[in-house]
């Protein structure tokens, strides 16, 4: 198929198959509350707005939304296409890749092996990555409050030969610049310090990080719909990724190809809207970890001088984030809400899909909304934010 039939193939399937998507009806499933036995303390419309908002302004070609309270779903709801070439909606078991919130779950991986004194956080890299043998030394909990100081992978995806993490942490260890401050006197946002986490995890483990992750979360927790990408693996309801086009007519194009082995433990995931909200659950109810190491993981990251992570943040573009923390695989929010209680949340963005997973655990509530395009302005992420957590949020300053 020549480049000129095949856009015109995707703009039919758009045209046709998702006609409705961009008029009046797009496909809305399980629009109302799903558990009335446990009241919502939000309103249901106001979702059902943001996400009619989001599908006509063509943010995406298909978001799933579930939301918990108190460890039961009270909110599910799924508008437009999960493969707009197919016409096949987006339904309550669609799997989306969820880039960065597979962060979260390496950090667990971890901690699971701490737990099992397979390894201590406080381990210096080295002992498990000699390849690191003569750079600075950096601790496992650096890596994971990203504090390390690890400049972000120099390597181009289409040369690239590393199938695992561990292959592709020995590339890291050759790079020009391996750092871009001392390790423990800053902070900055790097996937390279998971890309490092994810080869430890598979040094101690002795197994792929899609098999280390089976054994030591997704089964014992039952995360059935949540796992490792592998490429070549045929998943059940996998929604396809898009990026957004500029052509009128034409509002979407299929996303570029990224190798999620590569991604692997700083992005590598997939899952489903409803398992990433149990997943949460699970987390911060004390399911899965030992209150000292849940107190580890939700701690906020410190410098080696004692001083939070967030009093010195390495790029001045990450300013804005004020004084939210970064704890292990996660960010700690106590500045939005009326009475600093923490909001547990991460974003993930992945080429073709954008994710949200958020936990307000002082009032039991937690969302997680998958989108099947590249992250961008018109996505319903803030106006989520503030509907399902209008209770506990600070009061929006009114513009005289």
Request: hydrophobic content about 40%; glycine content about 6%.
């Amino acid at each position: 198929m020549s480049l000129s039939q095949r856009r015109q193939f995707l703009k039919t399937g758009i045209l046709s198959a998702g006609a409705a998507m961009y008029g009046g009806s797009h496909l809305a499933t399980s629009a109302a509350p799903i558990n009335p036995v446990v009241p919502a303390p939000f309103e249901s419309n106001t979702l059902t707005n943001a996400l009619d908002k989001a599908i006509s302004s063509r943010a995406a070609p298909g978001i799933a939304l579930s939301v918990w309270h108190k460890g039961a779903e009270v909110y599910s709801q799924q508008v437009g296409y999960a493969n707009l070439e197919t016409g096949t909606p987006v339904n309550k078991d669609s799997i989306f890749r969820i880039g960065s919130l597979s962060k979260q779950f390496t950090a667990a991986m971890l901690l699971k092996l701490a737990e099992s004194e397979a390894l201590q956080l406080d381990d210096p890299v080295k002992k498990y990555l000699p390849y690191f043998a003569t750079k600075e030394s950096f601790s496992i909990r650096e890596l994971l409050q990203h504090t390390a100081g690890i400049h972000d992978a120099d390597v181009d995806p289409r040369t690239i030969k590393a199938t695992n993490q561990i292959e592709l942490a020995q590339l890291i260890a050759k790079q020009k610049k391996v750092f871009d401050f001392a390790p423990g006197t800053a902070w900055l946002y790097s996937n390279s310090n998971y890309f490092l986490a994810g080869a430890i995890i598979e040094h101690v483990t002795s197994k792929s990080l899609t098999d280390a992750g089976k054994a030591l979360l997704f089964d014992p927790l039952k995360l059935s719909k949540t796992s490792f990408d592998v490429a070549q693996r045929i998943v059940p309801y996998r929604a396809a990724g898009y990026a957004l086009s500029e052509e009128a007519n034409l509002p979407f194009t299929n996303a570029g190809y990224e190798d999620m082995v590569l991604n692997g433990a700083a992005g590598g995931m997939i899952s489903n809207a409803s398992d990433l909200c149990r997943w949460h659950h699970l987390l911060l109810s004390g399911a899965v970890f030992s209150p000292e190491s849940l107190a580890q993981l939700m701690a906020p990251g410190l410098l080696r001088n004692k001083r939070k992570a967030s009093t010195n943040r390495f790029s001045p573009n990450d300013k804005m984030m004020g004084s939210v923390d970064y704890g292990l695989g996660l960010l700690i929010d106590h500045e939005s809400t009326s009475d600093q209680s923490a909001i547990i949340h991460h974003h993930g963005g992945v080429m073709g899909f954008a994710s949200m997973l958020v936990s307000h655990p002082a009032s039991g509530l937690t969302y997680a909304c998958l989108c099947n395009a590249d992250t961008n302005p018109k996505l319903p992420f803030r106006e989520l934010r503030r509907a399902i957590l209008t209770s506990v949020l600070k009061p929006v300053p009114v513009k005289s």
